[in-house]
């Protein structure tokens, strides 16, 4: 299961973390989210201890998603040392995801 990014610890998880940090913006209301949410959860556990891996939700936490100007979600960003390295807006495919996984780990 991914990790529940909130205000408390946004900023030491993801901002603080050396490790390649894959946030997932979402809403449990949102169609496209419920496609993505089990993927996310898929490659939290394939890629546990190489990867953090967790989801926002944006009604809950709407201060961080607008930190970050998501305006449409699922919008999933990809972090390494505090700053945004790449993303993806709307669903993918999970092979979407693994490519940039596999291109940001190394």
């Known amino acids: 299961m991914a990790k ?3 205000t408390l610890n946004f900023d030491n998880e993801v901002l603080q973390s050396n490790q390649l940090v894959v946030v997932d913006f979402w809403a449990a209301w949102c169609g496209p989210c419920k496609y993505v949410g089990p993927i ?3 490659l939290s556990n394939e890629y546990a201890g190489k990867v953090s891996i967790g989801k926002v939700d944006v009604d809950k936490f709407p201060r961080i998603a607008e930190k970050y100007n998501i305006m ?3 919008t999933i960003l990809f ?3 505090g700053q945004i390295i790449d993303k993806i807006k709307g669903a993918a ?3 979407d995801f693994v490519q940039l ?3 940001h780990i190394k």
Do not use: M, S, T, W
């Open 72 to 74: 449409n979600i699922p």
């Open 4 to 6: 529940e990014f909130h």
């Open 101 to 103: 996984l596999e291109k």
């Open 40 to 42: 996310i959860d898929e």
């Open 79 to 81: 972090f390494k040392n």
């Open 93 to 95: 495919p999970k092979k």
